[in-house]
């Protein structure tokens, strides 16, 4: 959890506000100006990436405990991808 949540943290996109999270249960709070989570969540679905939009501003990662050190680093390209692209 804390290898994802820094990884998450170190991505420079003038989309996000925050990252906070405990173990594997990760939120990144985007800007109001971003336009919400939602659209940024259908494109990580289109990578094969779930994510569940929460409170309209926040993208919530939640992958299973058995996700693999390279399984995360995979997402985190899309991850990265997605968010500092318009």
Same mark, same amino acid.
């Given at each position: 959890? /804390?290898?994802? +949540?820094?990884?998450?943290?170190s991505i420079r996109s003038p989309h996000? #506000? /925050?990252? #906070?999270?405990?173990?594997? +249960?990760?939120?990144?709070?985007? #800007?109001? /100006?971003? &336009? &919400?989570?939602? #659209?940024?969540?259908?494109?990580?679905?289109?990578? &094969?990436i779930l994510c569940k939009e929460t =409170?309209? =501003?926040?993208?919530?990662?939640?992958?299973?405990?058995?996700?693999?050190?390279?399984?995360? /680093?995979?997402?985190?390209? =899309?991850?990265?991808?997605?968010?500092?692209?318009?």
């Open positions: 959890g /804390e290898f994802f +949540m820094q990884a998450l943290r996000i #506000r /925050e990252v #906070r999270g405990k173990g594997l +249960m990760i939120g990144v709070e985007l #800007r109001p /100006e971003a &336009g &919400g989570a939602r #659209r940024f969540c259908e494109r990580l679905k289109a990578r &094969g =409170h309209t =501003h926040t993208i919530r990662f939640a992958p299973p405990l058995v996700i693999t050190r390279d399984q995360i /680093e995979w997402a985190l390209e =899309h991850i990265e991808n997605v968010l500092t692209t318009d």
